[in-house]
């Protein structure tokens, strides 16, 4: 079975400083993707990142950067020089094959920037 | 290009009242995706749609709960003889894997209140 750990439930960082949001994940599928979105206090889910299991690249995207490492089942976000905007709640999520199957979340980390 | 659409946004009901919620996808999306979220944590998928046929229901999907997606476009998810451990965020998504959008893209979700 597939599974999505997010071991910090809440984080709270002042302005401009990094942090990194820690994803485990357990699957057989030698082929899945793996996904971060962002959910901001209105609730909608916004799409972020999706990374396939053949590609352990990092990727960096202004702020935003991933590591993925596949001998340790992880996925991590890292956001550098946080802003007030960037508090959300941040859901880790995997999906077996080509990733248009349904997804299975983590329960997520609540992200909390001070000014 | 238009996002994904849920209404109505806001839903409250009392116990054992029926409910129905849409999902209009994004134009040309041929999956559909509706997941259930509850507080603290995160989404769980419920069932999704190939066009207009049913894939996969999860076990989640009580018999009180019915989806249809009769024209293989927008989609209804209906709730018979609602309790209160039915409260949640209903989401939808879409995705397109024949052209390539594997990404599962959210609407802004449907809260349920069940008094």
């Known amino acids: 079975a597939q599974k999505v750990t997010q071991a910090q439930t809440e984080i709270s960082v002042v302005e401009k400083e990094d942090v990194t949001l820690d994803c485990v994940y357990e699957t057989r599928d030698t082929t899945y993707y793996l996904f971060w979105y962002k959910q901001p206090p209105s609730g909608e889910l916004v799409f972020l990142i999706r990374r396939n299991s053949f590609d352990e690249q990092n990727e960096i995207s202004g702020r935003y950067s991933w590591n993925f490492q596949k001998s340790t089942s992880s996925f991590n976000f890292t956001i550098t020089a946080s802003q007030v905007v960037d508090s959300a709640v941040y859901f880790c999520a995997l999906s077996e094959a080509a990733g248009n199957t349904p997804l299975v979340f983590g329960k997520g980390t609540r992200l909390s920037v001070i000014a | 290009d238009t996002g994904v659409s849920q209404n109505p946004r806001h839903k409250i009901t009392k116990r054992g009242q029926n409910v129905t919620f849409r999902c209009d996808p994004i134009s040309e999306h041929n999956r559909l995706y509706w997941y259930r979220q509850t507080l603290g944590q995160g989404p769980e998928f419920l069932t999704y749609f190939q066009n207009e046929a049913q894939l996969e229901k999860s076990r989640l999907l009580s018999d009180r709960f019915s989806a249809e997606r009769p024209k293989g476009s927008f989609s209804t998810l209906e709730i018979q003889r609602t309790e209160q451990g039915d409260s949640a965020m209903y989401l939808c998504?879409?995705?397109?894997?024949?052209?390539?959008?594997?990404?599962?893209?959210f609407g802004p979700g449907t809260r349920l209140l069940v008094l």
């Open positions: 998504a879409s995705s397109s894997p024949t052209s390539g959008q594997e990404t599962q893209y």
